[in-house]
């Protein structure tokens, strides 16, 4: 099980976009996940006439490493850790370090 997943809320704890939040849209693999308006770079896209692209400078999201982001926890209004817990029905689950909330039911 994943500390972050697709679809949690996180905000960039280092680098440039240090401090912005933003939805995980994808998990690339162990060490990155790519999240929305975060580490964005421009990249200069040659026009494709037969598939509709016009070309120009476009904004591409890149990957982030996972060492860079953490879950954002909205009761304590910033980045927390994440640990696991097994609940009584057997099942295992993420949950912020700082106050034992289950982050995912």
Excluded: C, W
Excluded at 28 to 44: F, G, P, Q, S, Y
Excluded at 92 to 98: C, D, E, L, P, Q
């Amino acid at each position: 099980m994943r500390k972050i997943k697709k679809g949690d809320d996180v905000i960039v704890i280092a680098g440039k976009d240090k401090g912005k939040r933003g939805t995980v849209l994808r998990v690339v693999d162990d060490a990155r996940v790519v999240v929305e308006n975060i580490n964005l770079v421009r990249k200069h896209q040659k026009a494709r006439p037969q598939v509709g692209d016009p070309g120009g400078i476009v904004d591409k999201v890149m990957p982030i490493q996972v060492s860079n982001v953490a879950l954002y926890n909205p009761r304590k209004g910033g980045a927390d850790r994440v640990g696991f817990k097994f609940l009584a029905d057997g099942r295992k689950v993420r949950v912020f370090k700082s106050d034992g909330e289950v982050v995912d039911l």
